[in-house]
């Protein structure tokens, strides 16, 4: 199976990126991790040194795709083409602990047509 | 993401401490919550139902909702509790976000919901941010929860209209 692992910077990316690297262990799937820019303060560039050094750190084969565009639709979009699952972070935290989804949950939520998988 | 908040300003909420008695005719005394009550929220909380949760709080396990109210109630959070007897049956706070800015919840157990408790709890919340000189409050509420969006509008609330999955409210207190 291909597995699509989204992320953009936030706290529960490597969270995100931990668990999934995990699961793959022993596994027969490919992983690839995408980085977007979920609001104009992101700093992608961060985001892709951040996930390309997680995955050195865990020496394991992955490699990083970077998202230009509208990040939602064009996640979306890479996920339906080329990959079987599409794993995210599960939101982030707002100060009282409530989950806060973004954008591009909401969109990959409703509009990708493949399985896809929050992890908290 | 900039919040939008109301122009005009709301003030005018009792302050705490309050008696009331609810429509059960139990008489419950709300207070500010004094952090050595701590044992006494987890206590809630262990009552409290998990299909009641919002937005994934408060945590269903112990050592989970143990941690949840000593880093974000009692320490990062203002908060106003509501006691029956010698127990706390209700809870709202509001915690300091970056921006100088509040984000306010309200829990109240399943036995004591329907009562009034949280609207009493959320009043005496707001007038004690108000004696703190807290100006600007935020929530986020899920879309079908009606009761709680109307508690919320009843106090003066206002929909930000953010293309969020969840409905965001927001308010600007007058200090006091």
Redesign the interface.
């Known amino acids: 199976m291909k597995v699509l692992l989204g992320v953009s910077g936030s706290e529960n990316a490597s969270y995100a990126m931990e668990v999934t690297l995990e699961r793959l262990v022993g596994s027969e799937d490919d992983l690839s991790v995408a980085v977007y820019a979920s609001?104009a303060a992101t700093d992608i560039d961060e985001v892709h040194q951040q996930a390309r050094e997680f995955i050195e750190a865990h020496d394991v084969t992955a490699d990083v795709r970077r998202i230009e565009g509208d990040p939602a639709s064009s996640l979306s979009d890479l996920a339906e083409r080329e990959y079987d699952h599409l794993v995210m972070p599960g939101g982030s935290?707002?100060?009282?602990?409530?989950?806060?989804?973004d954008?591009v949950?909401?969109f990959v939520l409703l509009n990708a047509q493949l399985p896809v998988t929050l992890v908290r | 993401?900039t919040r939008r908040y109301p122009d005009e300003r709301v003030s005018d909420f009792p302050k705490p401490p309050a008696e009331i008695v609810d429509h059960e005719d139990r008489e419950i005394a709300i207070r500010v919550l004094d952090a050595d009550e701590a044992e006494d929220l987890v206590g809630m909380y262990l009552e409290f139902n998990p299909e009641d949760r919002?937005?994934?709080?408060?945590?269903v396990e112990e050592p989970q909702i143990r941690d949840?109210v000593d880093s974000?109630c009692i320490e990062?959070?203002h908060s106003v509790v509501a006691w029956y007897d010698e127990d706390i049956v209700g809870h709202a706070?509001l915690?300091?976000?970056d921006t100088g800015a509040?984000?306010?919840?309200v829990f109240v157990l399943r036995d004591y919901q329907g009562a009034r408790i949280g609207t009493a709890l959320c009043e005496t919340l707001l007038g004690h941010a108000q004696t703190l000189g807290l100006e600007r409050i935020w929530l986020?509420v899920e879309r079908w929860n009606e009761p709680a969006i109307r508690l919320y509008q009843n106090l003066g609330f206002q929909r930000t209209e953010q293309?969020?999955?969840?409905l965001e409210m927001t308010m600007r207190l007058e200090p006091e």
């Open positions: 609001d935290k707002s100060p009282t602990g409530k989950i806060q989804l954008k949950h909401q | 993401m919002a937005q994934g709080i408060p945590p949840w974000v990062n959070g706070m915690v300091d976000d509040a984000e306010l919840a986020s293309e969020t999955l969840e």
